[in-house]
């Protein structure tokens, strides 16, 4: 059972928008950590997409957009492309394990 | 461009020992944080370790607390985790990550190709 919680998986079709949620709770997001959101197609290195809740690096899409508000956060994936198709992971810092979480991940089908 | 190459992995038997190495290039070592984080066979990612960037400040997952020990070498650009005791249960990916500090807390801007850990008799 992972700290922060996103769906198992969502869908869409090529052109459409999806969301991916993220869930924690007042140890990690509500408390005013950042989350940052990582990109990763198995075999691969995993990319980050997000970070600070809604700040793009260098080289990705602006396709790709975060928000947070609250114990949540959100990605979204705009004018959705066959190459999106991946696992997508949030991250925050917890305080009460002192430590750094992750989300259990959601996979992406483009249809 | 950075690079970080991870090695050291492979099968080894319960209560064993391995050491993973990661060699970085393209970013001034000495002045980040690294960390490594692993996935295991059909699971999400999990954070392991960090070290910050002068190495005098380490942190551990509950989980590896105790039997891994993560520790740098600047001279050779390169971060280690000495993984002892090891259980099925670490059997994974290791991956390791460049940490970037913003407000607080790190988050991985740049990460390895990984290296498999299996443990099993």
């Known amino acids: 059972q992972s700290v922060l919680t996103q769906p198992p998986s969502v869908s869409g079709a090529p052109g459409q928008r999806v969301t991916i949620s993220c869930t924690g709770s007042?140890?990690?997001?509500?408390?005013?950590?950042?989350v940052h959101w990582y990109q990763h197609l198995p075999g691969t290195a995993p990319k980050l997409l997000i970070y600070?809740?809604?700040n793009r690096p260098s080289g990705v899409p602006d396709r790709f957009s975060g928000s947070k508000s609250g114990t949540s956060a959100s990605l979204a994936i705009t004018g959705l492309q066959a190459e999106d198709e991946a696992d997508y992971y949030c991250?925050?810092?917890?305080?009460?394990?002192?430590?750094?979480?992750f989300g259990g991940g959601t996979k992406l089908t483009v249809l | 461009e950075v690079q970080l190459v991870e090695s050291g992995g492979g099968l080894v038997q319960p209560g064993g020992s391995l050491r993973l190495s990661c060699a970085a290039s393209?970013?001034?070592?000495?002045?980040?944080?690294m960390s490594w984080v692993r996935q295991a066979p059909g699971k999400g990612l999990e954070w392991v370790s960090t070290?910050?960037?002068?190495?005098?400040?380490?942190y551990y997952a509950d989980s590896v607390k105790g039997r891994f020990t993560i520790s740098r070498d600047k001279s050779k650009n390169t971060m280690y985790v000495q993984m002892n005791s090891l259980r099925a249960e670490d059997t994974a990916v290791y991956y390791c990550?460049?940490?970037?500090?913003?407000?607080?807390?790190?988050?991985?801007?740049?990460w390895g190709q990984g290296t498999l850990v299996t443990v099993s008799s």
């Open positions: 990550a460049k940490a970037e500090f913003r407000t607080g807390e790190y988050y991985f801007d740049y």
């Open positions: 393209g970013f001034t070592f000495s002045s980040y944080a």
């Open positions: 070290i910050s960037g002068s190495g005098g400040s380490t």
């Open positions: 007042s140890s990690n997001i509500g408390a005013g950590y950042d």
């Open positions: 600070g809740n809604n």
């Open positions: 991250q925050s810092y917890d305080s009460s394990l002192s430590g750094w979480v």
